[in-house]
């Protein structure tokens, strides 16, 4: 990551605390489009290491439970390693 585990937890705080609303990037800019009134946060993840598992994805999922994801990964980490990342049940 380059933000640092604490960072990142200390910067989805703030937003949370300023009643940010967390969406994904296609919802996001759908709100943008209709000029939509409100603090809205979309959170990408660009480069889809391991560290989006072992740091970010933590974070999230404490912080912002509901907050729904895309993942991208590289291809020396498939679903079968880290299912509950991707969102599988297995």
């Known amino acids: 990551m380059n933000?640092?585990?604490h960072s990142f937890e200390?910067?989805?705080?703030?937003?949370?605390?300023?009643?940010a609303q967390f969406c994904t990037l296609s919802e996001l800019v759908g709100r943008m489009?209709?000029?939509e009134e409100g603090?809205?946060?979309a959170i990408t993840l660009?480069?889809?290491?391991?560290?989006?598992?072992?740091?970010?994805y933590r974070i999230i999922k404490t912080e912002l439970?509901?907050?729904r994801r895309t993942v991208?990964?590289?291809?020396?980490y498939p679903p079968r390693i880290a299912p509950d990342f991707f969102g599988l049940e297995m």
Not at 46 to 56: E, L, M, P
Not at 72 to 76: G, K, L
């Open 10 to 19: 200390r910067q989805i705080r703030w937003l949370k605390r300023r009643k």
């Open 65 to 67: 439970p509901e907050f």
């Open 46 to 56: 660009d480069d889809g290491y391991v560290d989006n598992f072992t740091q970010a």
């Open 72 to 76: 991208s990964c590289c291809a020396p």
């Open 39 to 41: 603090r809205f946060v």
């Open 3 to 5: 933000t640092q585990p």
């Open 33 to 35: 489009n209709r000029q």
